[in-house]
Every structure is written in structure tokens, then in C-alpha cells.
């Protein structure tokens, strides 16, 4: 069974860069047709796609945000890790990593984790 934990600070001031890692279980983050998304809910709003990195290492963010975003991968601890730059507090939600096969896909979600930017 595929496990996703997120991990990373709950708090980040404005202007500085957040950075979460998810650490994958269960299965390789290089497995063939495998994407791992970054997905946010902010408060009292809907879920909002992020980005992803695909089992080849390419990667695709969300037009929105991807002059903010870099999502990179460290295949020997089997972890993929958002970059989110220059956050204000609009950027706080909390923060998800899932992956599926398919692009489309989002079979494997782990439980999130709460961002807040604030000074």
C-alpha cells in the first residue's frame, strides 16, 4: 500500500520561500506512469492543483502559480519536495501531496499539512 507524509514548518513569513517534503512508502516515485502532485485547500475554499513531478522527473505547474513554484525529487530517499517562492498570506492552507498513475490521477493522498505565512 502506497503511504504519502508530508513534512515540513507550519509557519513561514512573508516573502521567504515554503518548502514541504513527501516522503513516499509502499512504492518508488520513479515506478513507471507515476505522478506526484502538490495540491492546497485554503481556508473555506475549494482543493487547488499545485503542480507535479512524473516518474521521468519531468514536472508541470499550474500556470497560476508557476513563476512562484519548483517541485523537485530525491529518488534515493524517495521523496518529492514543493518550492513555493515568495509567499504572502494568501499562500496559507493546508498543503497535500498525492500521486496516481496517470497525470490525472490522484489514487494516494497523504493527510496534509497546515501552512501558515505570517509575520
Known amino acids: 500500500q502506497v503511504q504519502l507524509q508530508e513534512s515540513g514548518p507550519g509557519l513561514v513569513k512573508p516573502s521567504q520561500t515554503l518548502s514541504l517534503t513527501c516522503t513516499v512508502s509502499g512504492g518508488s516515485i520513479t515506478t513507471n506512469s507515476y505522478y506526484w502532485h502538490w495540491i492546497r485547500q485554503p481556508p473555506g475554499k475549494g482543493l487547488e492543483w499545485i503542480g507535479y513531478?512524473?516518474?521521468?522527473?519531468?514536472?508541470y505547474y499550474s500556470p497560476s502559480l508557476k513563476s512562484r513554484t519548483s517541485i523537485s525529487r530525491d529518488t534515493s530517499k524517495n521523496q518529492f519536495t514543493l518550492q513555493l517562492s515568495s509567499v504572502t498570506p494568501g499562500d496559507t492552507a493546508v498543503y497535500y501531496c498525492?500521486?496516481?498513475?496517470?497525470?490525472?490521477?490522484?489514487?494516494?493522498w497523504g493527510q496534509g499539512t497546515q501552512v501558515t505565512v505570517s509575520s
Open positions: 498525492a500521486g496516481g498513475v496517470r497525470a490525472s490521477s490522484y489514487n494516494y
Open positions: 513531478i512524473a516518474y521521468s522527473g519531468s514536472t
